[in-house]
Structure formats: C-alpha cells, structure tokens
C-alpha cells in the first residue's frame, strides 16, 4: 500500500446534502491522485449512523455507480463519534492516511490538499482549526468558544476552534485503537495520542443544506460528557470548595462562641437557614458530580462494544 487515503463522513439523516458532498469529494479525490500525491486505492468512506431516511441507499446507489465510494452501515444510531470511530477503526486497515469529516460540507474540503501535503512530510496528525467562526450565529459561537476555554480550564487539552476534521496516519489511528473508552470524545483523546502534529486553519462556512444534528441538548450533553469523561478537576474542586466552606464554619463557631460567652442572645436565625440551604446545595452538587464519574465507572464497567456494523460495501481492486 502507498499512500492511500480515506475520507470518513459519518452521515444521520443527510438524504440532502449526500450527493452534492459526494460529487465535491469525488472531484478531490481524482485530483489528487491525477497530482499523485494519493494512490488509486483511496476511498471516501460514508458511514451511515441508523437514518431514518434514504441516506444508506444513497451510499449503495454511490458504490454502484462508482468504487471510490465506500460505504459502512451501522446496526443503528450511535451519534457522531461512535459512528466516526467506526468508520476510523475500518480505514485504518485499509488505508495510509485518514481524513474524518462531516458531511455538511461545513469543513472547506480544499483544506485537505494542505493536510494530505503535510502528512507526506510525515506528520502523523493534522488538525483543521477554523480561522474565524464570522458565519455563525452569536450564541453558536460564543458558547462553542466558552466551552473550549472551559474545557482547558478544566484540564481536557483540546486544539482551539478543532471539531473533527483531521488528517491521522495509520499509526496514530493504531494509537487511537488502543483507548478503549467507551465515553467517548475523540477531539480531547486524540491530542493524547501525541506523535507529530500540526495545524492546518480554514473557514467554516454554513451547513449545505438540511438541519443541524446537534440541538441544543446534544451540544449540553456533549460538553458534559467531554469534561467528565476526560478529567477529574471537578472532583478535586468540589474537594477544595467542601474545604474551604468548613473552614468559613469554624471561624463561624468560635464567632457565635465569643458572642454566647459575652452574653449577648443568638441573633439571625436568617443567616442560620441560608447556611443550612447552602450546605443542603452543596452536598446535593457533590453527590451529583460523584454520581456523574459513578455512572461513567458503570459504563465502562460494562463494555459493551461502541458500534456494530452491520454490512460494509468496499471494493478492493
Ligand atoms: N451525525 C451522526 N450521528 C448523529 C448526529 C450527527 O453521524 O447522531 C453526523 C452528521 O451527519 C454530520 C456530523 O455528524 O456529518 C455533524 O453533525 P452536524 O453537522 O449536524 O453538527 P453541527 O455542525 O451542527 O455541530
Ligand atoms: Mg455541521
């Protein structure tokens, strides 16, 4: 094999954008092999995520009428990262190079020249990093952004303004097979990975058409899982703040005690039931937090397989 390259497009529900990224895809394709910098093995790998709609016959109707699509079914809907890895962990066999990227034709696809260029010059990991996020709306943009800082406050190293387009080698793609975590969140995971990186910038535009998979909801639960499911600073600041609050409350004994020693009668029962409301709270936050790890410790306890492919249309010539 020499220098084969799969493009991984993990697809819920894209019926509308399907052939206009699969014709953009194919153009790039052919192009870069007419440059010779891929071999004529390179494939674009679709990965469908249990649509609901004519997305998987879309795939087969591609595979069909061309062999550079390559298509992979999944049992059912996993979400974003379960399906990418699926289709990552399947490249990674058969391929020198892997380039995951959504199918909304979001990411600007002229970005991989640049990325397949710097993995010739051996660079094992290229991250796309968006240069400005100008087309999103207010509240897309700075909570997206709060969450990045967040999540480095936090202790999860992840690239700034990177989601999931990037180049990895077989050999950081062999790394990556080795986290078994089933909570996954693979931009916090694969910095981890290490071997040479670099970076390459472009502009996000809007999604080509259909709705965006990620509601609100699904962004919430996704920052969660990847603060939870990559450090354990949470923890040790509710450890720092439980702390600190008894100490406040030995200062607040030794306070009333001088004041019950001079004479004077206790005062302020308001004071006391804000205490008490405080104290229920935190505890409450705590127990939440523990419970949060608990669950994950359940979960990976269990480990149970992250996706099941259920057929693989992939010609090999
Ligand atoms: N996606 C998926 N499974 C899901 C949800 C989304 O495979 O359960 C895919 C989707 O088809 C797209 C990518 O993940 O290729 C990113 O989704 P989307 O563009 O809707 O997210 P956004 O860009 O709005 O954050
Ligand atoms: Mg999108």
């Not at 953009?24 to 071999?39: E, V």
């Not at 670099?198 to 609100?216: N, Q």
């Not at 992250?306 to 693989?312: D, G, H, I, S, Y």
Request: hydrophobic share 45%; aromatic share 10%.
């Amino acid at each position: 094999m020499q220098n084969t390259l799969y493009v991984v497009v993990p697809c819920y529900n894209e019926q509308e954008v399907l052939p206009e990224t699969a014709r953009r895809l194919r153009d790039k394709l052919q192009y870069l092999i007419n440059r010779g910098s891929i071999s004529r093995k390179s494939r674009i790998l679709f990965v469908n995520d249990g649509s609901k709609d004519d997305t998987w016959a879309i795939i087969q109707r591609l595979h069909i009428g061309n062999h550079f699509f390559s298509g992979l079914n999944l049992s059912r809907n996993r979400g974003h990262q379960n399906a990418l890895l699926a289709g990552l962990m399947y490249a990674k066999d058969q391929a020198d190079m892997v380039i995951s990227m959504d199918a909304d034709l979001q990411d600007d696809i002229d970005a991989v020249d640049e990325m397949v260029q710097k993995y010739l010059e051996g660079v094992d990991i290229v991250y796309g990093v968006r240069s400005s996020r100008d087309r999103d709306t207010f509240f897309k943009r700075t909570t997206a952004e709060g969450f990045y800082r967040l999540m480095n406050a936090l202790g999860a190293e992840t690239v700034f303004n990177h989601a999931d387009y990037r180049l990895m080698s077989r050999r950081a793609l062999d790394g990556l097979a080795q986290f078994r975590e089933v909570n996954l969140f693979l931009r916090g995971i694969v910095p981890m990975i290490g071997y040479r990186t670099d970076v390459v910038t472009y502009e996000r535009g809007e999604r080509f058409a259909g709705e965006s998979k990620y509601p609100l909801k699904k962004m919430l639960a996704f920052a969660l899982e990847g603060i939870t499911s990559l450090s354990v600073k949470p923890l040790r600041l509710i450890t720092g703040l439980g702390f600190f609050i008894f100490v406040v409350s030995l200062f607040m004994i030794l306070y009333n005690v001088i004041r019950w020693v001079g004479g004077h009668t206790v005062t302020g029962w308001a004071s006391l039931s804000c205490s008490v409301w405080l104290i229920g709270g935190l505890i409450l936050l705590s127990l939440g937090v523990i419970g949060e790890y608990v669950g994950k410790l359940y979960m990976e306890a269990k480990g149970r397989p992250r996706f099941l492919v259920q057929e693989v249309v992939d010609e090999q010539d």
